[in-house]
């Protein structure tokens, strides 16, 4: 196979995995924050302040990040289709189980389990795709995928409606639906994941052997190259400064990014009176602008080669629009408004950021690099949401909050644009 012939081959293995990997993660990022919808009732039925709603949705980060990185090493070392189909699962029964809280303690419980259940499926997935795509077109492949996490919105917000009106039906509440409904999908497609996703591209019976044969030479040329210029341990790779500053470039994104996640619809409904179901609804407007953003933006990253200002500028957008959010939050449009800039900016720097470690991370120093990065980053969805519950309820409203997720988002643009140089054509 020439050169010029490995757009097809690409094609073929986006057509195949992509879709089959999308569905997936709306599922994953669905069961993750569907919280946020079912307690526009469930607060008021347990009797939840804002301060123990807030703490109880990010004790999900406090599980995941404490299995993080051990599970992504175990990815590694099983492979990504039996490790992943028991993320899958376990977290699909966790997921339902939340219909079973009663308590703020049983509440924390059952969300601690269910990030312990989660960990390494991100981070998971980035390495296996590693596996599959060349470095050139890792951007654009990456962003398909986490659109998939702005696509959950859009999806999500009306099945929750829909599920929030079933009230009293079978003696349950409506919040108490939409965790069984929303969670059982995962249990399937755990079982489906173990048959039907290969390893590597060496396992792929619908590539033929001359393609099978090209991706993985170019796929171990790219790495042979990457080790002769960046080879790095395990240990070297935890201990290493661009890691780590990719890490607190992560954590700054990810308090804005669950910040805005586990409170968008009680925030929408604040500022324009809605019913439960109709601010769900409503709440889906935001994520379909980052749905849109997100691809044109990897794309035009990928075009120019670029990664760092693309994550910086969308980010310097993001916190122009929690801002104005925050200012405007009795004038209902332009506080709409503002909420999807800021979703579009937030969910924008995804692709091109899961750019950045693996132009100079592979092998287990990927796997255990890429976990580390993620691990790190989701300590900030303990820390947006908690500040978030805390602040509205001190002061009764979400205006000091945004900013808060404002500043963050600043942060993270600077940090951006100071990643040290690398070769970003390779």
């Known amino acids: 196979m020439v050169e010029g012939e490995w757009p097809a081959v690409t094609t073929k293995v986006t057509a195949r995995l992509i879709p089959y990997l999308f569905l997936c993660y709306i599922v994953n990022y669905l069961d993750r924050f569907n919280i946020s919808f079912a307690a526009l009732e469930m607060k008021a039925d347990l009797g939840l302040s804002d301060a123990a709603y807030g703490v109880g949705a990010a004790m999900f980060f406090a599980g995941y990040v404490t299995f993080e990185i051990p599970s992504n090493l175990i990815l590694a070392r099983v492979g990504a289709r039996r490790w992943m189909a028991r993320i899958m699962v376990t977290w699909g029964v966790l997921s339902c189980g939340m219909m079973l809280v009663r308590t703020p303690t049983t509440l924390y419980v059952v969300r601690f389990l269910l990030g312990l259940a989660e960990a390494g499926f991100l981070p998971g997935m980035i390495f296996y795709l590693t596996h599959w795509f060349p470095a050139r077109e890792r951007a654009r ?72 044969e090209w991706l993985e030479g170019t796929l171990a040329t790219e790495r042979q190259a990457l080790e002769r210029t960046q080879r790095l341990s395990l240990w070297q790779a935890l201990t290493h400064g661009r890691v780590w500053r990719l890490c607190l470039l992560y954590f700054s994104i990810i308090i804005s990014f669950y910040g805005v996640a586990f409170w968008l619809p009680q925030i929408v ?145 600077v940090l951006a644009l100071s990643v040290s140089e690398v070769d970003e054509r390779t």
């Open 269 to 413: 409904q604040s500022f324009s009176g809605l019913s439960s179901a109709a601010a769900s609804l409503v709440s889906a407007l935001p994520y379909l602008a980052a749905s849109i953003s997100m691809v044109v933006i990897a794309r035009h990253s990928d075009r120019a080669g670029e990664r760092r200002r693309h994550v910086a500028l969308p980010a310097f957008a993001a916190a122009a629009g929690l801002t104005m959010g925050a200012l405007v939050q009795r004038h209902p449009l332009p506080a709409f408004l503002a909420l999807c800039v800021a979703a579009a900016g937030i969910w924008s720097t995804l692709g091109p950021f899961w750019s950045l470690p693996t132009m100079f991370l592979s092998g287990t120093a990927g796997a255990g690099g890429i976990a580390l990065i993620n691990s790190v980053g989701n300590v900030g969805g303990f820390v947006g949401p908690t500040v978030m519950g805390v602040l509205k309820q001190r002061t009764q409203g979400f205006e000091s909050g945004l900013l808060v997720l404002a500043g963050t988002l600043l942060v993270a643009g």
């Open 141 to 212: 492949v990456f962003a398909l995928f986490l659109t998939s996490t702005a696509l959950a919105g859009v999806v999500g917000a009306p099945i929750s409606a829909a599920l929030l009106r079933l009230q009293g039906t079978g003696g349950l509440a409506g919040w108490q639906w939409l965790f069984l409904v929303e969670g059982l999908p995962a249990v399937v497609l755990g079982v489906t994941t173990f048959f039907y996703l290969p390893d590597r591209p060496s396992h792929a019976r619908w590539l033929s052997v001359s393609e099978r």
